[in-house]
């Protein structure tokens, strides 16, 4: 049999394969449970069935040898179809060579072992999905496994081995490795295939499920704008059944302002411009009502990238879009309540170095006061200083009011005597070119409340009348009395400001405090904005303006009422709470020194990191009778006092310092002495920690600035071991 004979014989053989494995290939690989022990089975005994059917039909080189594919069918069977169904088909087609027996019979079953473990180890050592293997890697490992079935012809006997590897070598390596090449890439393309078609299937039935069940409405539509499909969520929205929809087009239930705008994007996505888009629109339902939505829609392509279908959800927002002016409303509070919190950090922060000034100042004034002569001319001056630190650190108190860190001292208050004291002083705050008019009640009108406070609300109502009036002659007035107040009377327009929800609103008598003015007057829109911090119709740069004034009429339950018209002038009235009361509001007294009726003696630690308030106090402490020593923080004072408690009997602490501030330094000053005389100072009116303290017992309070009247009191009270601290009332 001469080469040609062979190959042909060769390809013949592996022709028959191929087509086995085509039919193999169309009936086995379609069925399902792929994986079970019965189908491993069957897939080997298909595979020995088309071993032995090659083996039929073999290329015979001599007597008792001969050639065929099985190789080929067997090294591709362990490769990917792995151990248990290529067992199955190397048993068969082993025991079938054995029944047709000859001389080559053992080298037939050593190829038939090899062609299987080859590919078996093959796939257990790739350890990759087998659908992406290539033409080259298969032709490579089909070479191995002929390369070990030639070297199996070492079992033919010896006097024809040497013959049946030169006739049959080259034609063995020229076909059978390029039919196994192909018959593998068959299988693995059919595997890819197949991966392929059941992720698809599986990414069908999990959009379908989506698309079925979710919360959203949803649709699909044709590129002609007609639906599709659509989702028990759209028809829910839209009050139609799924016929009903799938009738219409996505146009006939677009509300008619909205029509445009879909239609301009969606033109957009057929022309290729854009893939999806997002908007804001309107549905008509069934009952005719509309349905405010945000609609997204997404272009899905085919194979050749033309539009197939187009792919809607929508989001019903009418709910929001309901709710949408209270969150601006919200959020227009938000803003305000921020810009309030950030003044008063502002007017805290000012009026506690304020405060530290005006301590200086004013414990100096005591001291010259003390050291005057009785009958000089000094003390006179000397008062006037005291009086005017006292209005600075009314105003200082009036910012911590603003800022959250102040109190109300209430107390019983004439409006006509207060409207009176003030009057030079509003005067002076006022162009010349106005005239300013009191018209006070015959009666005295009493309210209940601090008085500084009060001062505050006038001063900033004739500031804002004179601004109105602005350099123009023109007139203010001043008025006080009584009004009966009805709830009718709190519904009327002209009530601007109601500041506080426990206000009175049943009949009863009011005490009024009224600014007029005949100024330029106000528009809706300027009313609208008159209690916004630092709003103002002149120049910027202004201060607080009437938003000052909310703080104070709140914590007095008060109510205010605005009349003004552009071009006629404004009418601002504060009404009050009646206090019943036949009593005037108690004067003011300045301080009178008495220093004979009690002596102080011993050591006082003074603690502050303010130079000028640390030496006016020392000063005054020495004034007093004790012995000073100083320090400017709670780390130095904590030091001095380890080395000198036994001739300390009290300290004077600032809350407010650097390094250590009071509170720490306080607990550092227990631990070392937990019955130590303490006294808390500070800027603020009262810190939450030092009431805690002095709820406790622990520490007495006194508040910047102080004169050396109120400090020899509040000492007198520190060694006084029968009376505890008082809190310090506050109206919050």
Known sequence: MNSFTIIISLINNAALLLALGLIYDTLVLNRKHANSVIYDLITGAILGAIG????????????????????????????????????????????????????????????????GIIGVLWKHFRRKPLDDMSFQELYGFSFIVHIAMILCMNLLPQNVVRQTVIQIGLPVMLVYPV?????????????ARKKDQVAMQR????????????????????????????????????GYSHAELERMTWLELTHPEDVAADVAQFNRVEAGEIDGYSLEKRFIKKNRDSVDTILTVRMVRNFDRQPEYYLAQIQDITERKKTESERLNLTR?????????????????IAHDFNNLL?????????????????????????????????????????????GKGMF???????????????????????????????????????????????????????????????????????????????????????????????????????????????????????????????TTKFTGRGLGLAAIQGIIKGHRGILTLDS????????????????????????????????????????????????????????????????????????????????????????LDMTMPVWDGERTLHELKKIKPDIKIVLNSGYTEHNTAQLFVDQGQA????????????????????????????IPRIS
Request: hydrophobic share 45%; net charge negative.
């Open 52 to 115: 032995i059917a090659v083996m039929a039909n073999p290329c015979r080189f001599t007597d008792g040898i001969i050639f065929d594919t099985r190789s080929v069918l067997l090294s591709i069977s362990g490769l990917f179809f792995g151990l248990a169904p290529t067992s199955v088909a190397m048993l068969m087609t082993a025991g079938y060579r054995l029944y047709l027996g000859g001389n080559g019979a053992t080298m037939g079953v050593s190829v038939i072992l090899c062609s």
């Open 179 to 191: 039919g196994a090449a192909l018959l593998g890439k068959l299988i693995s393309d059919r595997h």
């Open 409 to 535: 001292h209430v107390s019983s208050i004439n409006l006509n005597r207060m409207v009176e004291e003030m009057r030079h002083l509003l005067s002076a705050s006022i162009s010349k070119k106005i005239t300013m008019r009191l018209e006070l009640a015959a009666s005295t009108p009493l309210i209940e409340g601090d008085a500084t406070q009060i001062r505050q609300v006038l001063m900033n109502l004739i500031v804002n009348a004179a601004e109105a009036i602005d350099d123009k002659e023109g007139e203010i007035f001043i008025r006080t009395g009584t009004q009966a107040c009805s709830v009718s009377f709190l519904e009327q327009s002209n009530v601007a400001y109601r500041l506080n929800e426990d206000a009175p609103s049943a009949a009863g008598e009011f005490a009024f405090l009224e600014v007029q003015d005949t100024g330029c007057g106000m528009d809706a829109a300027t009313k609208s904005h008159i209690f916004d911090p630092f709003f």
């Open 333 to 349: 509070e938000m803003l305000h309540a921020q810009k309030m919190e950030s003044l008063g950090i502002l007017a805290g922060g």
């Open 700 to 727: 007495h309070f006194i508040k910047k600035p102080y004169s050396l009247e109120e400090l020899k009191q509040t000492l007198k009270q520190v060694f006084n071991e029968d009376n505890r601290p008082a809190k």
């Open 203 to 238: 990414s069908e039935v999990r959009f379908r499920t989506y698309f079925e069940n979710s919360i959203l409405p949803m649709a699909i539509a044709a590129p002609g704008k007609q639906w599709l499909e659509v989702n028990d969520s759209l028809c829910s929205l839209l």
């Open 359 to 403: 301590t200086a100042i004013l414990g100096h004034t005591s001291l010259a006061m003390m050291d005057a002569p009785a009958n000089s001319p000094m003390k006179e001056s000397l008062a006037e200083i005291e009086t005017a630190t006292k209005r600075a650190a009314e105003l200082a108190q009036q910012m911590l009011a603003y800022s």
């Open 565 to 652: 018209e552009a071009g006629k002038g404004s009418v601002f009235r504060v009404l009050f709470p009646m206090h019943f009361s036949t009593a005037d509001s108690p004067d003011e007294p300045h301080c009178h020194l008495d220093t004979a009726e009690w002596n102080a003696d011993g050591r006082i630690l003074l603690v502050d990191d303010e130079d000028d308030v640390r030496n006016t106090a020392k000063r005054m402490l020495e004034k007093l009778g004790f012995d000073v020593i100083t320090a400017r923080n709670g780390r130095e004072a904590v030091d001095l006092f380890s080395s000198q408690m036994d001739s300390i009997r009290c300290i004077l």
